[in-house]
């Protein structure tokens, strides 16, 4: 192997700049050449390649975002999209691909390389939601959390203020990992996640519970794909079915979540992977993820990356009972 090449696609997270620098520099120190691809798999569809060196990644650790840029592109969903993608690897002699990302990234990666069994394909599990099997923590989800968190507090100090009950609506359409632990290291009342049923009698009767125990403030951190609906239709509901008068107000999260300068362990778990994916193809891997579990690298299978949910540990949910 000659020549590979690196992209990020799906939703940016903090971290993916620390693992593309690490991908840059480690192909270097191995004598590869190494190329950028912009927007992911839009970019390769439309020849969006830059050659990268040293340079390229100097002072862009510390960075959220990506320098690479990302896009979801519905043109690689097409087997003519896929082909000029082809194509463009092959005329640069690219031997490699390192993607980052999450599992659409993993999927059409997956689809690509059966398509053309020549292609070396690894993934770095770049997402804030943590819900790809194969490794305890995700590019971007140690950040996301913390950001979560922050706000969270600033929250629960006007609560305090005023006697309010909050809920905050976090990311996490399809998993409740970053409302769990934001949820829990700020002490939250309740912490609604799309993992389980919400049964909103029971919700009350805890927030009432808490009322009559002469609490300041309550907070619920709701995951914006909790079955019971976002945290605007979850305060509505919960407002008509209250018997004490209480102030209630809900602040949704966002985008917020995704920005931000990544943390320390974020920036050495991104650099850790990414290096880790240089060295598994020059191993002769191939359509595996990155991961590190109990600190130790591992090859996940793209398939089962993308297949088998992260399951919540039960101990972590007798928490939020517990601790409340």
């Given at each position: 192997m000659k020549h590979i090449a690196v992209f990020t696609s799906g939703g940016d997270?903090?971290?993916?700049n620390a693992c593309i620098r690490a991908v840059v520099r480690t192909a270097l120190y191995e004598g590869l050449q190494?190329?950028?691809?912009?927007?992911?798999?839009?970019?390769l569809i439309e020849n969006?390649?830059?050659e990268m060196n040293g340079h390229s990644v100097s002072n862009i650790i510390q960075l959220g975002g990506t320098i690479l840029l990302s896009a979801r592109s519905a043109d690689f969903r097409t087997a003519e999209g896929?082909?000029?993608?082809?194509?463009?690897?092959?005329?640069?002699?690219?031997?490699g691909l390192v993607a980052i990302g999450g599992d659409g990234t993993f999927t059409g990666a997956n689809v690509f390389m059966q398509e053309y069994p020549d292609l070396?394909?690894?993934?770095?599990?770049?997402?804030?939601?943590?819900?790809?099997?194969?490794t305890d923590y995700t590019i971007g989800y140690d950040t996301a959390i913390n950001t979560a968190m922050a706000a969270i507090d600033n929250i629960k100090d006007?609560?305090?203020?005023?006697?309010?009950?909050?809920?905050?609506?976090?990311?996490?359409?399809?998993?409740?990992f970053i409302a769990?632990?934001?949820?829990?290291?700020?002490?939250?009342?309740?912490?609604?996640?799309?993992?389980?049923?919400?049964?909103?009698?029971?919700?009350?009767?805890?927030?009432?519970?808490?009322f009559t125990k002469k609490k300041n403030s309550s907070i619920v951190v709701v995951a914006e794909g909790d079955d019971a609906g976002g945290a605007f239709q979850v305060a509505e509901e919960v407002k008509k079915r209250l018997t004490n008068p209480v102030d209630v107000k809900v602040t949704v999260l966002g985008h917020v979540q995704r920005g931000g300068r990544p943390t320390c362990m974020e920036?050495?778990?991104?650099?850790?992977?990414?290096?880790?994916?240089?060295?598994?193809?020059?191993?002769?891997?191939?359509?595996?993820?990155?991961?590190?579990?109990?600190?130790?690298?591992?090859?996940?299978?793209?398939?089962?990356?993308?297949?088998?949910?992260?399951?919540?540990?039960?101990s972590i949910l007798k928490m939020v009972k517990v601790l409340a």
């Amino acid at each position: 192997m000659k020549h590979i090449a690196v992209f990020t696609s799906g939703g940016d997270s903090p971290g993916m700049n620390a693992c593309i620098r690490a991908v840059v520099r480690t192909a270097l120190y191995e004598g590869l050449q190494v190329s950028g691809i912009y927007r992911g798999f839009q970019g390769l569809i439309e020849n969006d390649f830059v050659e990268m060196n040293g340079h390229s990644v100097s002072n862009i650790i510390q960075l959220g975002g990506t320098i690479l840029l990302s896009a979801r592109s519905a043109d690689f969903r097409t087997a003519e999209g896929r082909r000029k993608a082809y194509e463009h690897l092959k005329a640069r002699g690219i031997d490699g691909l390192v993607a980052i990302g999450g599992d659409g990234t993993f999927t059409g990666a997956n689809v690509f390389m059966q398509e053309y069994p020549d292609l070396a394909i690894v993934g770095c599990p770049g997402t804030i939601d943590n819900d790809l099997y194969g490794t305890d923590y995700t590019i971007g989800y140690d950040t996301a959390i913390n950001t979560a968190m922050a706000a969270i507090d600033n929250i629960k100090d006007t609560a305090n203020a005023h006697g309010r009950l909050f809920f905050v609506e976090v990311m996490g359409r399809d998993a409740g990992f970053i409302a769990l632990l934001s949820g829990l290291a700020t002490g939250a009342e309740d912490i609604l996640i799309p993992e389980f049923h919400t049964d909103l009698d029971d919700l009350v009767a805890r927030l009432e519970d808490g009322f009559t125990k002469k609490k300041n403030s309550s907070i619920v951190v709701v995951a914006e794909g909790d079955d019971a609906g976002g945290a605007f239709q979850v305060a509505e509901e919960v407002k008509k079915r209250l018997t004490n008068p209480v102030d209630v107000k809900v602040t949704v999260l966002g985008h917020v979540q995704r920005g931000g300068r990544p943390t320390c362990m974020e920036r050495v778990r991104a650099g850790r992977m990414g290096m880790s994916a240089v060295y598994a193809l020059l191993e002769g891997q191939r359509g595996v993820m990155i991961g590190e579990i109990n600190r130790q690298i591992v090859y996940t299978p793209f398939e089962q990356a993308i297949k088998h949910n992260f399951e919540i540990n039960p101990s972590i949910l007798k928490m939020v009972k517990v601790l409340a």
